[in-house]
């Protein structure tokens, strides 16, 4: 189970987290818990991030009370079909959101630059009321007309964000003015898929992110090709590579939207962390903590399978205050086999299958033989990890046998002479 602590703040240093390493520890079922209504488990949350661990004035509250309402919109979804307000019981859980509500229209005028966080809140605020399906007669509503009218998505310098703004004031009925070639930009740079086998974490949250934009968070068919499968792929075997729960889940839940089973070895190692995170009740310090990484992990169990506690485990009985939630503790191998590639395969002349046995007997050397191990699952994972490990370890040079490009940006000239 998530591990619940006393109401003391572990001291800085000592708390103890269980190792999750991926592809390196035996699977255990889902949390679950006692009975418990929805709007029973949520209430602690929303008040915890409503209203302790960060000021309405901070960005970052507008970010994480977002990121909740997000969750708790798709647990709504799998568990009554979007229903409306019968999910949650009636509006009590969320009622410490009600004053930024009830304010969102100076909010939003005074900080146009945050409107898709504004937004997001109070569309989804209505949506699990039950208020959402009454049309142009919401505040939400209201507030997407005027965005549109202020035409704030023309000041985004960004495809992606452009295309959260689309699919944000699509749900009160509002259709941009046709943006010629977005979803084509789109497209092109999520079946890049040799950008995603180097490590970037921007780029990889942008391709999950394009993935959910284009499926409406899993209500329609993306149309996207086994070119995007391939990039989300890769990204994977950074992430599992990193250790990086928060990427991996989003991976993993982007594959699921485009109709693909993600690994095995991957949701076996997401399930074993969700008991491996460590929540405190009143325990924040304002630093950011393990919450994003927490929610996206039960986003991917949600789609998989409702849990049968929400939110993963059960605080209604606590006074929550100010939530701290910590990462499971993990061993990421990506920076350490990255330093060795850099030092080593630049000089070697050998095949990429015998760099990999290199790298794997060099991570085992200094790591110990569960590094090893690791590695090799992780090899056995997918049968894209031949193509992903010749991007990856960049070997050889990069001017050998190179052309270059005429004046017109097309044209492949003649190498010229050294």
Known sequence: MTVILPFTRPIAGRRKTRRADIGTLPSHQPPTGPGLS???????WVESFA???????????LKENAELLSLLRVMQQRVGGGAGAGDFGD??????LRPFYDRAARQLQFFPQYYRFILSIC?????LIGTGHFGPNTRAAELAHWVAHQGLVEAEMSD???????????RRGISLPVDPGLDDRLRRFVRRSQTFAIPNRKAAYELTHIVFYLSDYGRRDPGLDGAVQR???????LACLDQDLDLLSEICIALRYCGVTPPSLWEQALTRALEGFVITPDGFDGHMDGYH????TLWWQQICGPAQQPLGVDIGGLRAGALHIAMPETTSLLRPLSAWLLDVGGHSQTTAPQLWRSAVNEMTAQYGPQAGQQLCDLQHSSPMFEGFW??????????????LIGSDGLSLLPRSPA
């Open 160 to 170: 992606l964000q452009r295309a959260e703004a689309r699919q944000l004031l699509a």
């Open 38 to 44: 929805v709007a029973g488990a949520v209430a602690p």
């Open 231 to 237: 990039s989300l792929t890769y990204a994977g075997l």
């Open 293 to 296: 990484a927490y929610f996206v």
């Open 123 to 127: 569309l989804d605020y209505e949506d």
């Open 91 to 96: 509006e009590a859980a969320l009622s410490p």
């Open 51 to 61: 209203r302790h661990r960060r000021s309405p004035q901070d960005v970052y509250w």
């Open 390 to 403: 010749k991007i990856f370890s960049r070997s050889g040079d990069c001017g050998s046998k190179l052309r």
